[in-house]
């Protein structure tokens, strides 16, 4: 998929798709929410706006209030691709995320997922 199909989806749209992964390997939404509140800055409640609006995947990252500065400490491999070498700043950004919520599927512990 080209990213500018990836940035335009809907927050609303994807949300469901990361809560249904992890929720599928026994993880629950409030782990997810972390997750994204460690990444992006956003509160829990600004990730229940986001997903009750038409905000875009993309904006969503392009607007993180506060994105972790321990976030470059993600590596890995995400559909074949590692996400630390990827040049796009914004999809390495969605990636990182999704990196993220694979470790929580894959049951790693939340210290280790948030780099603690």
Same mark, same amino acid.
């Given at each position: 998929? %080209? /990213?500018?199909?990836?940035?335009?989806? @809907?927050? $609303?749209?994807?949300?469901?798709?990361?809560? $249904?992964?992890a929720e599928k390997? *026994? &993880?629950?939404? %409030?782990?997810?929410?972390? =997750? !994204?509140?460690?990444?992006?800055?956003y509160s829990t409640?600004? =990730?229940?706006? $986001? &997903?009750? @609006?038409?905000? #875009?995947? *993309? +904006?969503?990252?392009?607007?993180?209030?506060?994105? /972790?500065?321990? &976030?470059? $400490?993600?590596? *890995?491999?995400?559909?074949?691709?590692?996400?630390?070498? !990827? +040049?796009?700043?914004?999809?390495?950004?969605?990636?990182?995320? %999704?990196?993220?919520? %694979?470790?929580? #599927?894959k049951g790693k512990?939340?210290?280790?997922?948030?780099?603690?």
């Amino acid at each position: 998929m %080209d /990213n500018k199909k990836v940035y335009a989806m @809907s927050f $609303a749209k994807v949300y469901p798709l990361l809560t $249904a992964k992890a929720e599928k390997k *026994g &993880r629950t939404v %409030d782990e997810v929410n972390e =997750i !994204i509140c460690w990444l992006t800055g956003y509160s829990t409640e600004e =990730i229940e706006i $986001a &997903r009750n @609006s038409s905000i #875009a995947y *993309g +904006d969503f990252f392009q607007n993180a209030p506060f994105p /972790n500065p321990n &976030r470059k $400490a993600i590596k *890995g491999v995400v559909c074949g691709i590692r996400v630390e070498t !990827i +040049d796009e700043p914004l999809m390495q950004e969605i990636r990182y995320l %999704d990196k993220l919520i %694979d470790e929580l #599927a894959k049951g790693k512990s939340m210290d280790k997922i948030l780099r603690r």
